[in-house]
């Protein structure tokens, strides 16, 4: 049973990567109007208000995520991942972030058939909600895993620049 729900967990994750993967070629990660501002109190307290009103039912009050995240439920969903340093956001480059929020995962990524419990935020959100409230969680980070972010930032910015 445990090494059935290591396949279940690698396939999980293998086809968030691939969905990534295709956002980033799809749009590109090029420097845009959506680089977010963790810096900014006036873009804080929006991402603050915003998050609690729209994120924290599912992603937890402290960032945290649903149990089990990394295994799909029966209806082939993944739980809400954390938002925290433990969880996979970091890992991806602003404008990543931007369309997956915006558009949901299976849209931003072109993928008919993927399922996310998710919603797109699309005519929910403003863009500038979207950022602020990515920027708010962006602030919450370790200075470390900030750190790590905009390195990451910089090499999407910068192979977009090629």
């Not at 070629?25 to 845009?32: C, Q, T, V, Y």
């Not at 409230?133 to 980070?141: D, E, G, H, P, T």
Request: aromatic content about 8%; charged content about 20%.
């Amino acid at each position: 049973m445990q090494r059935k729900n290591l396949y279940l967990m690698l396939a999980a994750a293998a086809g968030m990567a691939v969905a990534v993967f295709l956002i980033a070629e799809r749009f590109g990660d090029s420097a845009s109007a959506h680089a977010l501002r963790p810096d900014d109190p006036t873009t804080l307290a929006l991402g603050e208000k915003v998050y609690r009103a729209q994120c924290a039912s599912c992603h937890g009050a402290r960032l945290e995520g649903q149990p089990e995240w990394r295994t799909r439920g029966a209806d082939g969903r993944l739980p809400a991942p954390p938002h925290d340093a433990s969880g996979h956001t970091w890992h991806h480059p602003d404008e990543t972030l931007f369309r997956v929020t915006k558009y949901g995962v299976a849209k931003a990524a072109g993928l008919k058939d993927y399922v996310s419990a998710m919603p797109p935020y699309e005519g929910v959100l403003s863009d500038a909600e979207i950022i602020a409230v990515l920027s708010w969680i962006k602030a919450q980070w370790p200075t470390e895993v900030r750190h790590k972010h905009d390195q990451m930032n910089a090499q999407a910015h910068k192979a977009a620049a090629r």
